[in-house]
T-cell receptor, first 116, second 109 residues
Framework: NAGVTQTPKFQVLKTGQSMTLQCAQDMNHNSMYWYRQDPGMGLRLIYYSASEGTTDKGEVPNGYNVSRLNKREFSLRLESAAPSQTSVYFC???????????????FGAGTRLSVL | LAKTTQPISMDSYEGQEVNITCSHNNIATNDYITWYQQFPSQGPRFIIQGYKTKVTNEVASLFIPADRKSSTLSLPRVSLSDTAVYYCLVGAEDDKIIFGKGTRLHILP
């Protein structure tokens, strides 16, 4: 099983350029997430999608947009990249959401993005 | 949202048992306690989850006292490959699981 697949693995952008990070999961999970991780830091939630057709902001949504294309795919778009968005981006999925359930997230390998 | 507190870093030696304790004083009745492991340049990986008492799997054990205000992840006989960051997570706020900075575990030869 592939699990959670992210593309690309690496990307270098110039300030002001745009790009879309792709994420797909093959576990039939309802929920999907985008995180960023800066060096030496924990993960910070950017956006999440509790189910197909819904998206919500996380801790650090500014400068990003997302699309839940279907149940499998959840993309993250940077419309005008800034050096402050240099980070490692992780996509994750889980079967259920909420504090009432056993929310176990499965992560992709990450996309390493540098904005010059 | 139940906030968690765990040590920033720990060192141990190969072959030792390592215990990482997480405090979560405000844990809610329905919250589960979940631990993740993250190796350098990889995404976090689920290790273990529990609600009360003790849970054991092939990787680790999780000890949760009766009041559930803390939990301890136990890694038996660690090796160099257990060097990683370990995250303790409890509950969620509005469907959002929040990761803290975790505990950076360094295993020495």
């Amino acid at each position: 099983n592939a699990g959670v697949t992210q593309t690309p693995k690496f990307q270098v952008l110039k300030t002001g350029q745009s790009m879309t990070l792709q994420c797909a999961q093959d576990m039939n999970h309802n929920s999907m997430y985008w995180y960023r991780q800066d060096p030496g830091m924990g993960l910070r939630l950017i956006y999440y999608s509790a189910s197909e057709g819904t998206t919500d902001k996380g801790e650090v949504p500014n400068g990003y947009n997302v699309s839940r294309l279907n149940k499998r795919e959840f993309s993250l778009r940077l419309e005008s990249a800034a050096p402050s968005q240099t980070s490692v981006y992780f996509c994750a999925s889980s079967e259920v959401t909420g504090a009432w359930d056993k929310n176990i997230q499965y992560f992709g390998a990450g996309t390493r993005l540098s904005v010059l | 949202l139940a906030k968690t507190t765990q040590p920033i870093s720990m060192d141990s030696y190969e072959g030792q048992e390592v215990n990482i304790t997480c405090s979560h004083n405000n844990i809610a009745t329905n919250d589960y306690i979940t631990w993740y492991q993250q190796f350098p340049s990889q995404g976090p990986r689920f290790i273990i989850q529990g609600y009360k008492t003790k849970v054991t799997n092939e990787v680790a054990s999780l000890f949760i006292p009766a009041d559930r205000k803390s939990s301890t992840l136990s890694l038996p006989r660690v090796s160099l490959s257990d060097t990683a960051v370990y995250y303790c997570l409890v509950g969620a706020e509005d469907d959002k699981i929040i990761f803290g900075k975790g505990t950076r575990l360094h295993i020495l030869p």
